[in-house]
């Protein structure tokens, strides 16, 4: 390798590292027009396509490398293979890399994935109730003394909770597939985001300006949100534009007035 290769090479790994996806393609797009063959280049590109949305495409090129990847990149490949396919409904092959998977990787399982691709193969997925969802915030995150965290009283939390699905599904670059991160993602019950939004409310005594937002996995469909004191990944947060309203009657008052309980 000369040196204008290793210096190919090396802002590239800088442009990953930093999330600046716009030079990273360029820099693979370099390599490849030298060295077609490139695996690294080849790889990374594939995944800055999902990333654009050819998910497709991305998928094509991972197949095609798929027996020369080794350790943490066939890790990632078989993942994000698995992940395209399920939201592509075929859901026999993303079992079939799931699998694959499993076999290569059976001490690092993905929960949240396989339950998601299990649900749907065999038609167990309980279906979405938005209004179920809303009233556990509320409850939980509204009301509850014992919660851990609150919202405050001037925020109306089903206004919310419209104002951050608005948000998930119109905002590209909280939507858009990363398959850099799909094993954080996959791991887990679902998907996490941070919305900012100042003194939305109280977590353990102390004022909050975040709003953690947990969603099922690789969809926008919210399970729960409440308020946090800082951001656990930053590069999937977002600016909540709510007005809160001091005049507004707290969502305390409104679950009293709709139970008549106090």
Known sequence: MNNKEKKLYKSLK????????????????????????????????SCLLCI????????????????SLKDSKLQYSLATLAKIYLENKDYDTAYKYLSQYNKNFPREPLFGLESNINAKLYKNQREYDKKQVINHIIK???????????????????????EVTYKLTTTPRLTAFNPFFILANAKQGGDEYYGDLVNCGQSSGENCNYVK??????????ITMFPVKEKRVPHQSFTIDYDKEEEKSSQIEKFYKKWGKR
């Open 14 to 45: 800088k442009a990953l590292d930093n999330g600046n996806y716009i030079i990273a393609e360029k820099l693979c797009l370099e390599i490849l027009k030298n060295k077609p063959d490139d695996i690294f280049a080849l790889y990374n590109y």
């Open 52 to 67: 654009k949305g050819k998910m497709n495409e991305g998928k094509d090129i991972i197949k095609s490398i798929l027996p």
């Open 140 to 162: 939980r995150h509204g009301y509850d003394p014992y919660a851990p965290s609150k919202f405050n009283k001037n925020i109306n939390i089903p206004e919310l909770f419209e």
């Open 213 to 222: 937002v947990v969603t099922n996995i690789f969809e926008n469909n919210i």
